[in-house]
C-alpha cells in the first residue's frame, strides 16, 4: 500500500513539473469513456425518402437487418392527420430534487430552451420523460416550437394544453394528455444526449418518422440501408397486393415473405419477375441481401 502510495503521488509531481493537474488529467480520462452522442448524419434528401415509407415499412427493415425494437410504443398522434419525420434532437428530464433544480441553468438557459432553439421544419424534438403521465410541456412553452415551425414532438410522457397545441399545428405525439405540472416531478437536465424513450434508445441525428401506426426510430449510421430494404419491400407488397385484387384468393402463395431469401423460382419470383425485379436488380432475393 505504501509503495502504491508513492508511486500516486510521484505521477502527480511528474504531472506537475509538466504543467498538468492531476485532477484535469483525470477528468479528462473519464471523458473519454463516453462515446459520441450521434451516429451519424442524415441528408435531406434521404429524410424525404425515409418520410414517404409507412412506419410498418421502417420497422420491418430494421427487423431483417437484425436490430432491435425501434417503435417507440404508446406514443399516440393528438391528431389523427398528425405525420412527422425529421432529426431527432432529445431532451432529458430526470426526476425532480431541490439540488437538481437548484443547479439546472434557470430561465432561457434551461437545457429545453437549448434544445427548442435547435429545432426547425426537419427536426423532430424527443423528451424522455420520467413517466408516461408526466407532463413535458403545454401551450406557453411550445408556441415556441410553433414559431419554429417544427418537423414534430415525440414523448413517452404526457402534454397539457392539448387544444392549444392542437391548434399550433405541428405533429405532435405522445403516451396521453395531462392536467399536472411538470416541474412537480421532473427537470430538464440535458439536451442532446442519448436518451431512453420507451425503452428504445434514440440519438440526436437519428431520423424519426411518425405516423397513425405509432412512431419509429431509425438509426443515423444504418438509415441508407434501411430505407432500401424497406423501400424494396413496399415495392413488392404493392405488388402483391394487386395480383390478389385481380386474382382473388388466399393470400399464402406470395406473402409473407423474408427480405433476402426470396427464391427466384418461387410463386413470389415468377410473379416479380413479370414486373422486371430479379436477383439482379433487387436485394430481396435468396443470395442478394446486402446487410
Known sequence: MFSAALRRAAGSKAALRNGVCPSLTSMAARSMATGPASGGEISDELLQKLGSLSTQALVDGLWVMGWPSAQIDNARPLDPSHKCVGRAVT???????????ADKPPGGESPEYEAFEKCGPNEVLV????????????????????????????????VRDTD???????????HSTTARQGPAAMQPWECNGVVSVSGVAVRPGDAIVGDQDGVVVVPAKVAEKVYNIAH????IEDIVKEELMKNPGPPGRFYPFM????????????????????????????????W
Open 164 to 174: 392549444e397545441i392542437i391548434n399550433y399545428g405541428f405533429p405532435c405525439f405522445s
Open 127 to 158: 423528451m424522455s420523460s420520467v413517466g408516461p403521465h408526466e407532463s413535458v410541456g403545454g401551450d406557453i412553452k411550445f408556441l415556441r416550437l410553433k414559431q419554429l415551425n417544427i418537423g414534430g414532438l415525440v414523448t413517452d410522457g404526457s
Open 91 to 101: 431532451l432529458n428530464f430526470v426526476p425532480a430534487r431541490p439540488d437538481i433544480a
Open 232 to 235: 424494396g419491400r413496399e415495392v
Open 259 to 290: 427480405s433476402g431469401k426470396i427464391k427466384a423460382d418461387s410463386p413470389l419470383g415468377q410473379l416479380l419477375a413479370t414486373k422486371g425485379i430479379t436477383p439482379e436488380n433487387s436485394n430481396q432475393f435468396e443470395g442478394t441481401a446486402d
